[in-house]
């Protein structure tokens, strides 16, 4: 796994990150103890949760 950064998530909206974070969390369960596919993961699942709280804060139409 890739590992997806703040910058790449800028463009999409809630919902897509929203799919995206359960993805990432699909391929979390599947990864192997410390290994960089994992670190990956949860790094992802980082960024990805803080763009979702990021566009809450905004709130609709802004």
Do not use: W, Y
């Amino acid at each position: 796994m890739h590992l997806i950064t703040a910058a790449q998530l800028d463009r999409h909206p809630e919902c897509v990150l929203n799919s995206m974070f359960f993805r990432v969390s699909q391929e979390l369960a599947q990864t192997e103890a410390a290994t960089v596919h994992r670190a990956n993961a949860l790094a992802s699942l980082e960024n990805i949760n803080r763009a979702i709280i990021k566009r809450r804060m905004k709130g609709p139409g802004m």
